[in-house]
């Protein structure tokens, strides 16, 4: 079957940086999607990757390994306003998205 | 990035009405559109994928005649909760994938109330 794993909740210290891991089981793939979703609000797109390697996008990166079905998304100079949940997405063969449940992300002061 | 809009933003609703939520596609054209439910603290729930000109496609366990979509034109989705009860009250949320990554975009989201 088709399965995401990631972490359920995670804490983390205003200014550090924080890494939210996401495993992947998909029956073929065309991309892994990181999305955050703040409290009673839409999901919003964070970034996207298909290849392996690291892509990086300001104070977020995200990291793919196709082998290995893993994927991070490596958040820096954390600030209060990251507290989210961050989902994580593989795209199949049939191009349907299959969602991972969420890592909360909360941020202490 | 690629902007999409719900309407209403939220709603409140006498059991056994209808509710109609529209999902719009502002800059881009979508012949795909996804209606997902999320209830509080829960993950996700995609419910069904609306298809410009043909049926749309509705998960296991959803019933097609209790949510109604129409895909109406490249730009516009509806989805209707046809005799709503408390238990549809959620959190309704379109998307609509685009460019060559088919990045879904989602919409604000509705958030339905049955009374």
């Known amino acids: 079957g088709q399965n995401i794993d990631q972490p359920t909740e995670m804490t983390a210290t205003e200014g550090a940086i924080v890494q939210i891991n996401c495993t992947y089981q998909t029956s073929g793939f065309n991309g892994l999607f990181w999305y955050q979703q703040h409290a009673g609000e839409a999901p919003t797109f964070l970034s996207y990757n298909v290849l392996d390697g690291l892509e990086e996008k300001g104070r977020f990166s995200s990291f793919l390994s196709r082998s290995k079905g893993y994927s991070y998304l490596l958040l820096k100079e954390l600030q209060m306003k990251d507290s989210a949940s961050y989902l994580c997405a593989a795209m199949d063969s049939n191009y349907q998205l299959i969602w991972g449940a969420g890592t909360k992300l909360i941020i202490k002061p | ?115």
């Not at chain 2, 709603?11 to 999320?38: H, N, P």
């Not at chain 2, 994928?49 to 516009?76: C, R």
């Not at chain 2, 408390?86 to 990045?103: K, L, N, R, W």
């Open chain 2, 1 to 115: 990035g690629a902007v999409v809009s719900q309407h209403p933003s939220w709603v409140i609703c006498k059991s056994g009405t209808s509710v109609k939520i529209e999902c719009r596609s502002l800059d881009f054209q979508a012949t795909t559109m996804f209606w997902y439910r999320q209830f509080p603290k829960q993950s996700l729930m995609l419910m069904a994928t609306s298809n410009e000109g043909s049926k749309a496609t509705y998960e296991q366990g959803v019933e097609k005649d209790k949510f109604l979509i129409n895909h109406a034109s490249l730009t516009l989705s509806t989805l209707t909760v046809t005799s709503a009860h408390p238990e549809d009250s959620s959190f309704y949320i379109c998307s609509a994938p685009q460019g060559e990554t088919d990045t879904q975009y989602f919409g604000p989201g509705t958030r339905l109330t049955v009374l």
